[in-house]
C-alpha cells in the first residue's frame, strides 16, 4: 500500500478508534515458569481471580448497538485455563451474542476440552510453540510442555469452527529451527503462525540469550519474507511489536501499525483499564471498572495511545521514518525510560 495512503486510513482509524478486541485478564496463576514472562506470574495467586460478574458488569457498559460487528473478548492470563470457571465464562459470554477467544500454554488444552470449549462458543484460541523440544522446553521451564503444546495444536489446528493460531518467541536458542518447525506445523494443518521478539522487559530484560543481534533479526526477517514468497496453506507473519523498514508489507498482511488504545483495550486483574495486557500498566492506565464506565473510558480517554507525538524522542526524536513508525508498538515504552526500548528499523538497514 502506498504509505500516503496508509497513513490517511491510519489516522481515520485513529479517529474513529473502534473497538474490536478487549482483553480480559481473568487470573494471574500459572502452571510454567517462562523465562521471557513479561508479568511474571505463578501459580501462586497475586491477585485474586477477577470474578466474572465484575467483568460483565464492565462489558455491560458497552451499548448494543455501538459494540462492532467484530468485537471479541480475548482471554488471557497467566493461564486462563487454571479457572474452574472456563467453560461458564464462555457461556456467558455467548448469551451476549459476544465471540470470546483464548491465549493458552496448552497444558490442559486436549480433544476433549476442545470440544466443550467450542461448545461455549470459542471461536479462536492461540497456543505458544517456542522451538523444538529442548528449546521450548528450556523457554518454558516445564518438562513434558511441547508435547502438550503438540497435542493442544493437534486439537484445534483442523477444526473449522476455530481461528487457530501459533505464536513463537524467537531467540538465539531457535533461531535455526524455525525450518523444522515449519514443516512440523503445517504438518498439523495450522493456518497461521505468527513470529516475534521479545521486548526487553519482565525477565526477559536480563537474559542475553533473549535477544536476537541484528544479523539474526535480518535472518528472521528472510525467513518470514521466503516462506510468505512460496504461498502455501499456512500463513507465517511477523507480529504487530514494530517498524521494519525494508520489510514492511514482506513479513506481514500490512503495514505496520499498533492498535494499542485504538482498537485494542484491556481488563486488567486489578480491574485497571489498559490497551494491550504486557503495557506498562503502570504509566499507562486509563481508569478502573470499579470505579469507571468500560466505555466511556474507551471513548473519553486513551490519550496516550491516540497521539504518539510524546514519544517523538531520544532516538526516535529526528528518525525520518517516523510517520511510519510512530515510536513502535506500545510496550516499547516501560518503566520512565526516555527512549523506546528497542528499534526494529535500525536492525534492517544494514
Known amino acids: 500500500m502506498n504509505p500516503i495512503l496508509f497513513r490517511a486510513l491510519r489516522n481515520n482509524e485513529i479517529r474513529v478508534h473502534e473497538l474490536n478486541y478487549l482483553f480480559w485478564e481473568c487470573t494471574t496463576r500459572c502452571n510454567f ?24 458488569a464492565a462489558v455491560d457498559t458497552i451499548p448494543q448497538k455501538e459494540r462492532a460487528k467484530n468485537f471479541n ?8 485455563l487454571l479457572r474452574p470457571d472456563i467453560l461458564e465464562i464462555g457461556m456467558e459470554l455467548r448469551k451476549r451474542d459476544l465471540l470470546w477467544s483464548l491465549v493458552s500454554n496448552g497444558w490442559l488444552y486436549d480433544d476433549a476440552l476442545h470440544l466443550k470449549l467450542v461448545e ?17 522446553e528450556w523457554m518454558r521451564g516445564i518438562p513434558g510442555s511441547y508435547s502438550r503444546a503438540l497435542r493442544a495444536i493437534n486439537a484445534f489446528a483442523r477444526d473449522p469452527r476455530v481461528n487457530g493460531d501459533v505464536v513463537t518467541c524467537v531467540n538465539k536458542r531457535n533461531i535455526g529451527e524455525l525450518p523444522g518447525m515449519y514443516d512440523l506445523l503445517k504438518a498439523t494443518g495450522l493456518k497461521q503462525w505468527r513470529l516475534f521478539t521479545v521486548i526487553p522487559i519482565g525477565r526477559a530484560a536480563s537474559d542475553p540469550d533473549m535477544k536476537l543481534s541484528d544479523a539474526e533479526f535480518r535472518t528472521l526477517m528472510e525467513f518470514i519474507r521466503q ?32 492498535h494499542a488504545g485504538v482498537n485494542i483495550a484491556s481488563v486488567l ?33 486513551f490519550q496516550p495511545f491516540r497521539d504518539r507525538s510524546w514519544a517523538r524522542k531520544g532516538r526516535c ?20 525510560c526516555l527512549d523506546a526500548l528497542q528499534c526494529h528499523y535500525s536492525q534492517t538497514i544494514h
Open 120 to 136: 461455549a462458543g470459542l471461536g479462536a484460541v492461540t497456543v505458544s510453540l517456542d522451538g523444538l523440544e529442548a528449546s521450548h
Open 269 to 301: 486483574i486489578d480491574g485497571r483499564i489498559c490497551a494491550c495486557p504486557n503495557i506498562d500498566r503502570d504509566r499507562f492506565s486509563q481508569g478502573n471498572i470499579r470505579e469507571d464506565s468500560l466505555w466511556q473510558v474507551w471513548n473519553d480517554r
Open 317 to 336: 526524536e529526528k528518525c525520518p521514518q517516523w510517520r511510519d513508525c510512530l515510536g513502535g508498538g506500545m510496550h516499547n515504552w516501560h518503566g520512565t
Open 227 to 258: 516462506k510468505r514468497g512460496e504461498g502455501g496453506t499456512m500463513n507465517v507473519t511477523f507480529s504487530c511489536e514494530g517498524y521494519v523498514g525494508r520489510y514492511e508489507e514482506k513479513v506481514r498482511d500490512g503495514r505496520f501499525f499498533c
Open 33 to 56: 515458569c517462562c523465562r521471557h514472562c513479561g508479568s511474571d506470574c505463578g501459580i501462586a495467586e497475586r491477585e485474586k481471580d477477577m470474578p466474572l460478574a465484575d467483568f460483565l
Open 73 to 80: 473478548v480475548v482471554l488471557t492470563g497467566g493461564e486462563p
